[in-house]
């Protein structure tokens, strides 16, 4: 008589274990969204709006590619819109198939990231006409880097992710580095070291998730 499923000898508990821990990185996958679709858009938006201003508004005012001045800002507000549709659609995908607390935990998070971004863009545009362009532009840059380093640190105090929370610190000390040194290393830091970071992490979690 061939035996059938039910007659198979159950498994010891090294294979046990082994099992659940690969049924839960399977999961884990499933229900993750993709860290390229998460980060790069944000990497490549610092990387190209902030070679802009570092081109534009170089160190102690140098001009080195006599650019529009609102080329720069228009270019980082277009690029940074576009990496938070870019990722929100990419989490809603993965949101659709979880219930419950931890969906409402990311829509919440989601919000905030939009609504934090509205506060600051109103209140910055309320200062930038009676600040030097250069300063102007450091008050919209390092706002915009600080908030979003903030939001990633609170992102993975939420979800208990070290490399979010690893990545927010990373973001939040250089740009306070830039900031001391000025408009013009400040953007040439923050396309360097954050947006190469962000593309950075984004392939370290694909990479993890494989």
């Known amino acids: 008589m061939t035996p059938i499923d039910d007659d198979a000898p159950p498994l010891d508990p090294a294979e046990s274990l082994a099992l ?10 499933d229900l993750s969204p993709d860290p ?9 938006a610092w990387l190209v709006s ?4 570092f081109l534009r508004f170089g160190p102690d005012g140098r001009v080195f590619v006599d650019l529009p001045a609102w080329l720069p ?3 980082l507000a277009f690029l940074m819109i576009s990496a938070g549709i870019t990722t929100g659609v990419a989490g809603s995908r993965v949101s659709r198939r979880v219930m419950g607390p931890s969906n409402r935990q990311g829509a919440m998070y989601g919000i905030s ?20 362009e250069e300063q ?30 690893v990545l927010g610190a990373w973001v939040s000390v250089i740009n306070i580095v ?21 593309i950075a992490a984004g392939l370290i979690g694909w990479l993890r998730l494989r």
């Open 20 to 29: 659940i821990e690969r049924e839960r990185a399977n999961v884990g996958r």
């Open 36 to 44: 390229r679709l998460m980060f790069w858009p944000w990497g490549i």
């Open 50 to 53: 902030f070679t802009l201003f």
């Open 73 to 75: 800002l228009a270019t």
């Open 113 to 132: 990231w939009s609504v934090a971004y509205t506060a600051f863009s109103v209140l910055f545009s309320q200062f930038s006409d009676v600040l030097p």
């Open 136 to 165: 102007a532009g450091l008050l919209w840059a390092g706002g915009m880097v600080a908030l979003t380093g903030a939001l990633y640190m609170a992102g993975a105090a939420v979800w208990n992710d070290r490399q979010m929370f």
């Open 178 to 198: 830039g900031i001391l040194l000025g408009s013009g290393w400040h953007s040439l830091i923050v396309a360097v070291a954050g947006g190469g970071g962000m």
